[in-house]
């Protein structure tokens, strides 16, 4: 089952395509073209700021970019996202030789041959009872373990390692999302040896990986320091000397940072009026890389509040909010930009505008539309509703979406009443109390997968807070699943999208995020990926002195 | 005098269990939790059964009186646990940053000293003419203006300066290093922290200045030294102000017992690493834990400030010893 | 110290015959700084009750097709990143700031003056229990307080407030009490006591009124200090929350990250809270010198 999933590349559509823009002549094609041509400079540090300190060193446990992009450097994968072509799905191997296998049993076996002569920074060799340890610990961990992606293997059988250059899953069931789940960036393989030696928990606190640095030194709330890892198994890299992740929590300070030359880059993502600001400001020492972005804002109904129970008005809600419109002004200000369904847009199961444009509140007249939801809402006998609207915290791009939909919810003559809460709050009541009419929520995964990634839309997804059950859109999920050819998933994903954003409108769509990185030009070899969580190891970014 | 000493650290015991409770319960009270913060705040999927094992990890299912126990009981066995969101050692991760903040603290005291002291002898000196309420004018100036804009009116100023002067917009570093090892770089970083700071507090201690050389002015000794015929700088500086300061000593005292709190802001608008910033990234993340051992450390310096000022004070000023 | 012959202004009579407008003119002479807070106040007073004559703009609706234009033309202060006119939402935030800056203020002095003056006039164990209490307050961080506060019981302009109430109390406690202490020793209290009257009665008809210039001072700078403490929770986004217009909240977000294109719109905010606070600051001083006969000499 070669399957779309792998191969698929970005979309040419205008302003969604991953794009090297070069500050002084933005928009020159050819620039990224004399990029790659150039040859790769050994040396320097790469100082980088990040938005947070992670909580532990433990990918397997962690959920956070705070983790991925400081530590992800330290360790290796067994297989990757292409670190030279982070926008198309294909994998490459990381730890593995040979490229990536084909199934065999009816999609059922996977058998990989793992890479020799990789060591662990501490000197002891990698071999594949390594590999088999990890994926033990990630998919069957010993009870009271935690393993955060543990259910995005719910398809493996066991993991067995005959040799040690051999590691074989088994599945229970053939399943297009095996392949992503394995190239989860988390996905860091642990020495056997310091698992048996040190237990479960020496990960929280140690890092002994075969990645391309070493860890150095890590300052509480300051900085993580990695130095180059000389026996690192891809040959010739890394070419920087270390790196040095800041932590700077205010996006101001990380703006900042970068105007003033005290981090060369920062890879979660900015808003474009900061982008523009700096290519303003520093012409072309600044290079700007764009992509979509594998994370979506959505707004959450609450089906147990009347009179959101409602599909009407439910439908109405959607209906007011001008994407297209939005789309425009709001990613001169937010991280977000592209107008989609529910599939990452980039992806070819993702619809296309013309099949976006039959879905309730992606027409291209507002004004119809708000006609229609003010009609629906006049038929539910709904006047002077007030939403209790509960947002996070978060500048970026919570409160300035929220603040948005408000004033699009304002035009169908509906007030709202925002409750903006810290992220611990914002949780306990979107999770927990259930006391809101309509939340603020998000779905914002790693490498693309819509398969799984649309699970958010299920009524009984763990993610999924807006409190209804609805088995037709089960049955469908069911059948998406196991659908054989990409024609009949896009077939199905339509219907499942129509149930989920239009008849039903259990979930609403606002924009799906857009990433942008300003960075000094001196950086090179980094490319955007459509997650800030994937292509972070570094091996290939180098420094390019001449520009310093 | 020993027995004043002893009997201000007694009341202070009350004090700290009241304040060990407050935060204890205040905190309790806040919906929501460190795990889902931790594990459902990216946005990736999570299970329920993660947070139930990262919430048992952590003992916050623990029963309300265990956790009491755990947290006080810290301070009579010396360890005081780990950070819920780190899992480092709370002393560890308070230590790192106190040299910063304390570093800070003592930087913004000088630049008041030094704003304070020429501006409130002026202002007594010239005491109701223009100068007088020019100064006045700019001291309260800096109680007014909130000191995380004035850090960001400075990083703004200094880049547009730089900008325009040098060609490249200059910002004040964003990493810590010591000052025994790079004082420049630790200048550099520290000094414009330390003015947004100094300035608002130099208003107080400007006008207790001025206020205690306006007093001090008046004394009869002040005027014998003028009617000796002695310059009038020589009189100030040597007679009067010497005999002024105890006041404003205190005052300049009681203010850096405030500092530690007030630096909050000031570090959040400059990146730097210390213990306001930890306080503002702890109680974000909902770390109980790490929270409610910084909020006894601010309580506990305070309170040792005031015991230090009021002690001197009575030592200088044997009036108030007994009373 | 405060005695009740202190409170009574002995100007000369003939100061009542001069024209009222002299008679300003003459005191704005004497507390030049002080008039110019009281104008300041009086200011921030007008443009919080008339900003909805004064300006055509809405302080809350998007106008997304005018955002970020810098000042001039129809916006003298510019627009903020969802276009709406950054003058009305300054206009506005006086509303917002005088509200929060005069209930906190009020409330907490007056909480204050009750605790301190009870706690001075009964003395003994309670008063040594409620000056414990009193210390465990001011020792306290205020974050803390304004988070557990705001956590609790929900963001919203009546939440701050509450959170902002929370640190005056003891601060005027303390302060009242140590007036009040001096007067509790004085003949005409002993009397009323003698008399049979109530301790409340005694509290509040005999003792509170003649702490009335510390309380008053202090109710002055808590305005200011009220305004200040609500742009730091703002800040720090545990204040007031969008869209209300309050100053504090309009230098969040956009306005640090798009500092340096757009710096209208942290400066403009910046300095309506500076001078704000800048004025109830000259004018409490003003009042201080006119009312604490100590001070009055200098």
């Known amino acids: 089952m070669k399957n779309y999933v792998s191969g698929f590349r970005a979309r040419a559509r205008a302003g969604t395509v991953a794009s090297l823009l070069l500050g002084g002549a933005m928009g020159l094609g050819l620039s990224a073209q004399i990029v790659i041509a150039e040859e790769a400079q050994n040396g320097g540090t790469l100082n980088f700021v990040v938005a947070g300190e992670a909580p532990s060193k433990d990918g397997h446990r962690e959920q956070t970019y705070a983790l991925i992009h400081p530590y992800a450097p330290f360790y290796s994968l067994l297989i990757r996202v292409n670190p030279e072509d982070p926008q198309s799905s294909d994998f490459v191997c990381d730890l593995c030789v040979g490229g990536i296998p084909e199934p065999t049993n009816g999609g059922k076996t996977y058998t990989f041959k793992v890479k020799e002569g990789v060591t662990f920074h501490d000197g002891q060799p990698m071999t594949a009872q390594d590999v088999k340890a990890s994926y033990d610990k990630i998919i069957f961990p010993p009870e009271g373990v935690p393993s955060s992606r543990k259910t995005f293997f719910n398809m493996v059988e066991s993991v067995e390692a005959p040799d040690d250059t051999t590691i074989v899953f088994n599945l229970k069931f053939a399943s297009g999302a095996f392949m992503p789940a394995l190239a989860t960036p988390f996905n860091w393989i642990y020495s056997k040896k310091d698992l048996e030696e040190h237990g479960y928990d020496w990960h929280k606190d140690n890092v002994n990986g075969t990645g391309p640095f070493k860890f150095v030194e890590h300052q509480p709330g300051a900085f993580v320091d990695g130095a180059k890892n000389e026996n690192y198994h891809h040959e010739g890299q890394p070419h920087l000397d270390g790196f040095r992740a800041i932590i700077a929590r205010d996006m101001a300070v990380r703006i900042q940072a970068i105007r003033g030359d005290r981090a060369a880059i920062e890879f979660r993502g900015f808003p474009p009026q900061a982008r523009d600001d700096l290519v303003k400001a520093l012409g072309d020492k600044i290079m700007v890389q764009e992509s979509d972005w594998n994370c979506v804002l959505l707004y959450t109904p609450n089906h147990e509040r009347k009179p959101f129970d409602d599909p009407r008005v439910r439908r109405a809600l959607s209906l007011a909010v001008d994407r297209w419109g939005g789309s425009e002004y709001l990613s001169r200000i937010a991280i977000v930009k592209t107008v989609g369904g529910v599939v990452f847009p980039g992806h070819p199961l993702a619809a296309t505008d013309a099949e976006l444009e039959q879905l309730a509140g992606y027409g291209r007249d507002i004004e119809a539309s708000r006609a229609q939801a003010r009609a629906l809402l006049e038929e539910a006998g709904v006047t002077d509703l007030t939403i209790d609207y509960n947002n996070r915290g978060v500048d970026q791009p919570y409160k300035v979406v929220g603040t948005w939909l408000i004033d699009q919810w304002a035009q169908i003559g509906l007030k709202t009443e925002q409750q903006v809460r810290p992220s611990p709050q914002f949780y306990a009541v979107l999770r927990n109390s259930g006391e809101f009419d309509v939340s603020v929520d998000f779905n914002c995964q790693s490498v693309v997968n819509p398969i799984a990634d649309v699970t958010k839309f299920l009524g009984s997804a763990g993610n999924n807070y807006a409190n209804y059950e609805d088995q037709a859109l089960e049955d469908l999920y069911t059948e998406l699943a196991r659908a054989p050819t990409f024609d009949e998933q896009r077939t199905i994903m339509r219907k499942y999208e129509r149930i989920a954003l239009d008849e039903q409108a259990h979930l609403g769509v606002t924009l799906w995020w857009y990433k942008i990185n300003p960075h000094r030009s001196y950086v090179k070899g980094w490319k955007i990926a459509p997650s800030h969580y994937l292509n972070q190891q570094l091996d290939n970014v180098w420094l390019d002195k001449s520009l310093m | 005098m020993y027995q004043y000493v002893l009997k201000r650290l007694l009341l202070m015991i009350p004090t700290l269990i009241g304040a060990a409770l407050l935060v204890f319960f205040l905190l309790r009270m806040l919906p929501g939790d460190v795990c889902e913060v931790r594990l459902a705040g990216t946005g990736l999927y999570v299970s329920q059964e993660e947070i139930d094992l990262c919430r048992a990890d952590l003992g916050l299912d623990d029963s309300l009186h265990e956790q009491f126990v755990d947290f006080v009981g810290g301070y009579f066995t010396g360890d005081l646990g780990r950070s819920m969101w780190t899992g480092q050692p709370v002393v560890h991760e308070i230590q790192v940053r106190f040299k910063l903040s304390m570093q800070l603290a003592i930087m913004a005291t000088l630049v008041a000293v030094i704003i304070a002291l020429p501006l409130g002898i002026l202002s007594a000196v010239k005491q109701d003419t223009w100068i007088d309420y020019g100064v006045r004018a700019f001291s309260i100036a800096g109680i007014a203006m909130p000191s995380f804009w004035l850090g960001i009116m400075i990083i703004l100023g200094l880049l547009i300066v730089t900008q325009a002067w040098f060609g490249s917009g200059w910002m004040p570093p964003i990493n810590y290093v010591s000052p025994f090892e790079d004082p420049i770089g630790n200048l550099a970083q520290l000094i414009w922290p330390a003015v947004a700071t100094g300035y608002r507090y130099s208003a107080v201690a400007t006008r207790m200045t001025r206020s205690a050389m306006l007093e001090v002015l008046r004394e009869d000794y002040v005027r014998t030294a003028r009617a000796k015929g002695l310059i009038e700088r020589v009189v100030i500086n040597r007679h009067a102000l010497k005999n002024a300061m105890l006041p404003v000593v205190t005052i300049i005292a009681i203010e850096f017992a405030f500092l530690m709190g007030g630096l909050v802001v000031t570090e959040q608008v400059f990146n730097l690493n210390g213990i306001g910033k930890l306080f503002v990234d702890s109680v974000g993340n909902q770390d109980f834990a790490l929270t409610q051992h910084l909020v006894m450390l601010v309580v506990v310096i305070f309170l040792l400030t005031n015991l230090v000022v009021d002690v001197l004070y009575a030592w200088l000023d044997p009036r108030i010893r007994y009373s | 110290m405060a005695t009740p012959q202190a409170l009574i202004d002995t100007t000369d009579l003939d100061e009542f015959r001069k024209p009222l407008g002299r008679r300003l003119w003459d005191l704005a002479r004497k507390q030049p700084l002080g008039t110019a807070g009281a104008f300041v106040v009086v200011l921030m007073a007008v443009a919080a009750a008339t900003a909805g004559i004064i300006t055509p703009f809405d302080p809350e609706r998007a106008s997304l097709q005018h955002m970020l234009t810098p000042p001039g033309g129809q916006f003298l202060m510019g627009t903020d990143e969802f276009g709406r006119d950054i003058l009305t939402r300054v206009l506005y935030g006086a509303r917002t700031a005088l509200f929060i800056g005069l209930v906190s203020a009020f409330v907490g002095a007056t909480a204050g003056l009750v605790i301190g003056v009870a706690s001075a006039y009964f003395g003994g164990l309670f008063d040594l229990i409620v000056q414990r209490i009193v210390d465990i307050f001011l020792a306290f961080p205020l974050i803390i307080m304004a988070l557990a506060v705001v956590a609790t019981l929900g963001p919203g302009v009546e939440n701050v407030i509450i959170a902002i109430i929370v640190p005056f109390i003891p601060q005027c406690a303390r302060v009242v009490r140590s007036s009040a202490l001096s007067i509790r020793e004085i003949p005409y209290v002993d009397?009323?006591?003698?008399?049979?009257?109530?301790?409340?009665?005694?509290?509040?008809?005999?003792?509170?009124?003649?702490?009335?210039?510390?309380?008053?001072?202090?109710?002055?700078?808590?305005?200011?200090?009220?305004?200040?403490?609500?742009?730091?929770?703002?800040?720090?986004?545990?204040?007031?929350?969008?869209?209300?217009?309050?100053?504090?909240?309009?230098?969040?977000?956009?306005?640090?990250?798009?500092?340096?294109?757009?710096?209208?719109?942290?400066?403009?905010?910046?300095?309506?809270?500076?001078?704000?606070?800048?004025?109830?600051?000259?004018?409490?001083?003003?009042?201080?010198d006119l009312l604490d006969p100590k001070l009055r000499s200098r």
């Open chain 3, 191 to 288: 009397a009323a006591r003698a008399l049979g009257y109530s301790h409340t009665r005694i509290i509040l008809r005999h003792m509170a009124p003649n702490v009335m210039a510390p309380f008053l001072i202090m109710l002055t700078y808590f305005v200011g200090q009220a305004i200040l403490l609500e742009a730091v929770l703002s800040y720090l986004g545990m204040g007031v929350q969008d869209p209300t217009p309050a100053w504090g909240l309009m230098l969040k977000g956009a306005a640090v990250e798009f500092i340096e294109s757009a710096p209208w719109l942290s400066i403009f905010p910046g300095l309506a809270i500076t001078l704000a606070v800048f004025g109830f600051n000259l004018f409490g001083d003003a009042l201080r």
